[in-house]
């Protein structure tokens, strides 16, 4: 395990709640073979081992405080996980969002392994824990589940109230700080650990339900899953950000700024990575423009709103130029019927 890679964005949580207790940057990455300006690429990537080091760092400086994983898996929020953050808050159900962990699992290259027991009418998430050093497992479950409370609060649009939690390491002295920060009192020792939200929970329609969105966040988790996590291709992610919002794609500002970048150094590894900003425009449009016209049966006028077009005919100018051929020529090439 620990020759696997994954985003630095976890590390990045971590040190905002290591500093919140007085843990200084420097501190935090000791021994890690990290630096400062790591934290602030979002395309930079860990080892497994890395982040082992980071974890056992913070736990050392809070000397071991009971329930810090609950404390930091609080922070995250479904956009922390990318593509796949934007998979789940377009499911049409919980149940449906936390089935898609396992199935896209290689895109963020969790430290534990998290399974869905299909079988059961409530909704069962299981963490598989071998890997994991012994002494990190408390935090690093804990971290998971407590992600996994918030990103479900973010889905559900209130505060997400488990059913059961179990956790297979040994009760800790302060059992009432898990329940308050859960909502339960979690079951110890347990043969593994399991977080359980009602069938009431798991299978309401969502708010944010999109199947079009959803589509489209798929698309871009099996491109994930192509590129690799080993890359950190920052042409990937601008594409990530630009496919979630294509009836107004951010501005190259707005890009800096969510990639915590200036526009001049985001223009230039962009130009590095032989991309650039108008084109991966194009691309995304191009590419979210063909699916609807081979797979969905929505208007042309439909289209185009949907990729921020005032007017068909600018949709249908661009589609030109970007495939040599009218939309209305590409869906009859394709769907004859």
Request: with cysteine.
């Amino acid at each position: 395990m620990s020759n696997q890679q994954r985003s630095i964005s976890g590390a990045v949580i971590m040190s905002r709640v290591g500093l919140e207790r007085g843990l200084s940057i420097v501190d935090f990455l000791a021994g890690s073979r990290l630096e400062p300006g790591d934290l602030a690429n979002p395309t930079a990537i860990i080892s497994f081992e890395q982040e082992f080091r980071l974890i056992r760092n913070l736990l050392a400086y809070c000397g071991g405080a009971t329930g810090l994983g609950l404390e930091v898996g609080s922070r995250y929020r479904f956009t922390s996980l990318a593509a796949l953050g934007f998979a789940l808050v377009s499911s049409p159900t919980l149940r449906d969002a936390f089935s898609l962990i396992p199935h896209y699992s290689e895109l963020n290259a969790s430290l534990v392994r998290v399974a869905v027991d299909a079988r059961a009418t409530d909704l069962r998430i299981e963490c598989e824990e071998s890997g994991i050093p012994l002494e990190l497992r408390p935090f690093i479950v804990e971290r998971c589940f407590a992600a996994g409370l918030r990103i479900a609060g973010d889905l559900l649009g209130r505060t997400a109230m488990p059913q059961a939690i179990a956790f297979s390491f040994a009760e800790p002295a302060d059992v009432a700080l898990y329940q308050r920060l859960t909502g339960v009192r979690p079951q110890f020792n347990a043969p593994k650990s399991t977080l359980v939200f009602s069938q009431a929970d798991a299978d309401v329609l969502l708010a944010l339900a999109d199947p079009l969105a959803l589509h489209i966040a798929h698309d871009q988790c099996r491109r994930g899953l192509q590129v690799g996590p080993k890359t950190g291709e920052l042409t990937a992610r601008v594409r990530e950000l630009l496919a979630a919002q294509p009836a107004a794609m951010p501005s190259m500002g707005q890009l800096a700024d969510s990639l915590c970048l200036s526009v001049r150094t985001l223009r230039r590894r962009l130009r590095e990575e032989g991309t650039a900003y108008l084109g991966l425009c194009d691309e995304v449009r191009e590419a979210i423009a063909e699916r609807l016209l081979t797979g969905s049966r929505l208007q042309i006028e439909q289209i185009a709103e949907t990729l921020g077009y005032s007017e068909s005919a600018s949709f249908i100018h661009a589609f030109k130029r970007w495939t040599g051929e009218s939309p209305h020529a590409f869906r009859r090439a394709r769907r004859p019927d």
